[in-house]
């Protein structure tokens, strides 16, 4: 069989949950769908218009969303400092207006709340970014995958693989190329396994970047 899931929804019920929390009705379903898609995409357009020049990250793990009749609820994870906490006290209020604008919510309020991230390097989408910072500094690949590897190794961590595929160092074939440190066990159901995928444009081409950590068991 071809492992084709997402670890992510492999794993839904047992050691993970939605990201997303709400019902509709079967023909409403694809309007919440791409809604939530409106949200998430507000957001990073914010933070990566509105960030100093200084600052490195963007530094959203990951974006929950709760919705009621008449509430949306979002909760932004963060691993570091960013416009949204520091420099600008209404960046909060400025990105509520940016999302009501998108979603043309007139009958629901929205309410964005602000969680810190403890540890930020074990999250796989601050670790993606942060290859990705490293590649456009034109860092050789595998040089920026072992030290993003040492950074998680620094967390309490057991197992980390970073996968890279596409054009790599602009060679004329595509190829994967990928790395792995512990233990990553994805067929097992009780293994917490966090994983996302990132894209990166290059001026040889798209790269796609996954990476697997496996927190806990």
């Known amino acids: ?35 939530d898609e409106k949200i998430r995409n507000s957001i990073k357009n914010y933070v990566q218009k509105n960030r100093r020049i200084s600052s490195c990250f963007e530094g959203i793990a ?26 600008r006290t209404r960046g909060i209020e400025e990105l509520q207006i940016n999302i009501q604008k998108e979603v043309h919510s007139v009958n629901r309020r929205l309410n964005i709340a602000i969680t810190r991230v403890e540890k930020p390097y074990e999250q796989p989408n601050i670790l993606a970014e942060y ?10 690949f595998r040089k920026a995958i072992k030290k993003a590897i040492e950074l998680t190794e620094q967390t309490d961590t057991k197992g980390i693989q970073v996968q890279i595929a596409g054009r790599i160092d602009g060679k004329e074939i595509a190829r994967v ?40 068991e």
């Open 131 to 140: 290859i990705v910072l490293q590649l456009k500094n034109r860092v050789s």
């Open 62 to 87: 990951r974006i929950g969303i709760q919705k009621r009749i008449d509430l949306i609820q979002v909760i932004i994870h963060i691993g570091f400092p960013n416009l949204l906490i520091e420099g």
């Open 177 to 216: 190329e990928w790395i792995r440190e512990g233990r990553v066990p994805l067929q097992t159901i009780r293994a917490k396994i966090d994983h996302c995928s990132y894209t990166i444009r290059t001026i040889y081409g798209i790269l796609g970047i996954k990476i697997w950590i496996f927190v806990d």
């Open 1 to 35: 069989m071809g492992q084709k899931i997402n670890p992510l929804g492999f794993r839904l019920g047992t050691t993970k949950r939605h990201h997303s929390f709400w019902f509709a009705q079967p023909k409403n379903y694809s309007t919440g769908l791409h809604e």
